[in-house]
């Protein structure tokens, strides 16, 4: 194919550095303006340099009192799925259920929610965004509230499920109206806000559920709160919220969307985003287990210590819950912070950083599951700095989607993400994590119990006939299984690794992918300069 002649002379050149607005369709774009240099503190192989034909314009009042909105529900979201475990041992005991079928509660709101994710990514691609996450904050707060009044476990269990339907379409879609709103580090910045909610509603939940519960007299009260703020979330969304053009923080407005079928193909065949939801399933494996167990393994191991014996588990969830709380407060934007400092020179740090933030994170929490019963400051020093270490990865890895995929791509993108991470990570493990404890519980038991003839198929007739084993078994039986957490932070951190092989290139090609879909006049409005200009129509060319 023959070299395309540069259509712009020396007159229209100046035109575009002098901003005029001849001829050029006006920016939709708060942000700056994207080069095609790529030096803009993102992954690029080039050294950055300096642009000042750029333009920055201040945040829009309606475009804080969107974020605001995202981390509220956001907040609320969280703490709705860890009411649960702030009042879990209440729970088991009213239900009588062990270790796995209290982890059940978890994994059938994980499983639901990881399945109807794709649905809802697919429609948040094309249709109203608003509407969806409406629909679907409603359906989890009613479940919610109708979960409170169930008399049964089977019911119980079946409404957990359901809360999982309606936060899948919250999440999947949140993230991306952040991506239409802001560009670059402005973007980086709104999404650490964004995730600063997700251990900070853990914590939160923790706190709220088992503080509730024990005003109220009963741990049903402890899910009665959450409800009432969703009915609030739901119109401040119809009402309220911005839900801008897709890609308009871009200038992309003009995007044309692919059909499903071409998107997964072209999200499976992206090497960054493939390992980087690798490791982010390591992450929720790891999150999912210790967020489920945490409480309930601290409180055994503290009735170990002598004098502890009647601590109760409200005691343990408040001070979980605020260690959970100021992790997040330190952890999720020191890895956003770290991530804007280093990514100028160092364009492969993002999953360096959330890697060596797992390969941190685990020793330290092996160590705070060995101090527990005879050191609880030390113990919970350890948990602290260990969750810092695990919360760095949370807004990176979503700023890492957000730029190595293309804009109508995101919400299947999030989707696929939220899908493979569940059913990999935390759909699994808080009921792993239980199974695993009651299988140790047969083997740890005390002799004079007599466990003849239970295996590890019949583990749950097990745990039936150790109801009353002693602290040291129900700890150590934890204990054990909990180990399983430290081996796939390690696993996460190499997955992470091997992200970082291929950052700068999937970075590219989204860029080069998403002004290659547009209008000539589109591209010319991007970029800031004419040689940029030029350097994207060679580039075009040598694409064809």
Known sequence: MPTQKNPLDARHSLQILQMEPKGIPSNSSNQQLVSGDESDGYPSDSSPSPRPNTINIRVTRSQWVTVAILCFVNLINYMDRFTVAGVLED?????????????????????????????????????????????????????????????????FLLMRALVGIGEASYSTIAPTIISDLFVKDLRSKMLALFYFAIPVGSGLGYIVGSETAHFGGSWHWGLRVTPVLGAIAVLLILFVMVDPERGQAEGHTELHHTDYATDIKDLVNNRSFMWSTFGFTCVAFVAGALSWWGPIFILNGMQLQPGKENMKLADVSLTFGIITMLSGIVGVPLGATLAQKLRVNYPRADPLICAVGLLISAPLLFAASLTVTSNAILCYTLIFLGEVALNLNWSIVADILLYVVVPTRRSTAEAFQILLSHALGDAGSPYLIGLMSEYFK???????????????????????????????????????????????????????????????????????????????????????????????????????
Request: net charge negative; glycine share 8%.
């Open 442 to 544: 047969t083997i740890l038991v005390p002799a004079d119990v007599d466990v003849s003839g239970l295996t590890a198929e019949n583990v749950t007739a097990a745990a039936g006939l150790i109801n009353d084993v002693s602290h040291s078994v129900k700890f150590h039986s934890l204990q054990y299984a909990l180990f399983t957490t430290n081996f796939v932070e390690i696993v996460g951190g190499l997955f992470f690794f091997l992200t970082a092989l291929y950052i700068v290139a999937d970075k590219r090609s989204a860029d080069l992918a998403a002004s290659d879909d547009m209008p000539e006049q589109g591209i010319t409005n991007i970029f800031a300069d004419e040689e940029s200009v030029t350097t994207t129509h060679q580039r075009r060319n040598n694409l064809s």
């Open 91 to 155: 729970i088991q005991k009213d239900f009588s259920v062990g270790d796995d079928k209290g982890g059940l509660l978890q994994t059938a709101f994980v499983i639901s929610y990881m399945v109807f994710a794709p649905l809802f990514g697919y429609l948040g691609d094309r249709y109203s965004r608003r509407a969806i996450m409406a629909f679907g904050v409603f359906l989890w707060g009613l479940t919610t509230l109708l979960g409170s009044f169930m008399q049964s476990y089977n019911w």
